[in-house]
Each structure stands twice: as C-alpha cells, then as structure tokens.
C-alpha cells in the first residue's frame, strides 16, 4: 500500500467570505453533487447525491427501499427537516465555496413532476430509482473561501 504525500499547498492566509442566499442557490444549482443530512433512528445520516435544483428547490431521487425515501414518505405537514450541503473546493489550493441548505423534505407525489424529474435528473448509480424527494430551503448559507487579499484586510 503507498501513502500519497500531502500536497504543499500556496502561502498565504485565506478568508473566509459569507453568500447572500441568493448567491448561494446560484453556486449550488452549479454543481450536480451534495450531500443529504436527515435523521435515522435520532442519530444524523449523510448520503452522497446528485440533485437537480428547481425553482429554488433541491430535488433529488430516490429508490424504495432508501432510509430517506420512507422517512419523507412518514412526514406529514411541512415535512421532515433535513440539511444539504454542496461545494466546490480545490484540493490544492483549498479556494472555493460551501453551501448549506436547511429545509423541509417531501416525497414528490404528482406523477407529471415525477416523470418531470426522471427526464431532468438521472441517477449516478445503476439502481431504479422512482422516487424523487423536494428540498423547500428555509435558511441558506454559504461561504467563498478566498486568498487574502494583499493588503491584509482579511
């Protein structure tokens, strides 16, 4: 087994600047790929997905037998609340930006929005996946991570 050896990474400080949520949504409806937090069994749950955003709503499929697919399934009223997360990080540099999205998720129940989906967003993952499940974002927030600038105001 071979240990790959850390890349130096550039001198110099970086900050760390808030997004507008209006800014936020924008970074991550250009990328394809976050992360889903929800809870199971009260403990947190992290799963890798793609997502397609919608009129500012995140949506994602799903498959039956999915942990999320049953907990949106259960919710009743506004939903389950669950976080999702996308950035654009380099990895050598460390410049970038990360968002946070916190909402309320609901299975997608209409079958026209679900076909909708199916053509808009295919899975990564070679499994059938006939559900979709909609993020309504409550809070928004996000960070850029930039060089500091010369002049040290940071």
Do not use: C, K
């Not at 790929?33 to 994602?60: E, K």
């Not at 996946?129 to 974002?137: E, G, K, N, Q, S």
């Amino acid at each position: 087994m071979t240990i790959d050896t850390p890349e130096i990474l550039p001198a110099g400080p970086r900050r760390s600047v808030e997004l507008d949520s209006g800014e936020a949504l924008r970074l991550l409806g250009s990328v394809s790929f976050g992360r889903i937090v929800f809870t199971r069994h009260a403990l947190p749950t992290v799963r890798p997905v793609n997502h397609v955003l919608d009129n500012g709503d995140i949506v994602i499929r799903t498959h039956e037998g999915a942990a999320l697919t049953a907990r949106a399934g259960q919710a009743g009223g506004q939903g389950i609340v669950v976080a999702y997360e996308a950035d654009a990080i380099d990895p050598g540099t460390h410049l970038g930006w990360s968002v946070v999205v916190t909402g309320y998720a609901h299975l997608v129940t209409d079958s026209e929005e679900l076909a909708r989906y199916q053509t808009l967003l295919t899975p990564w993952v070679d499994q059938a996946m006939d559900y979709a499940v909609r993020i309504r974002p409550a809070l928004v927030t996000g960070v850029r991570l930039t060089a500091a600038d010369e002049s040290g105001d940071a």
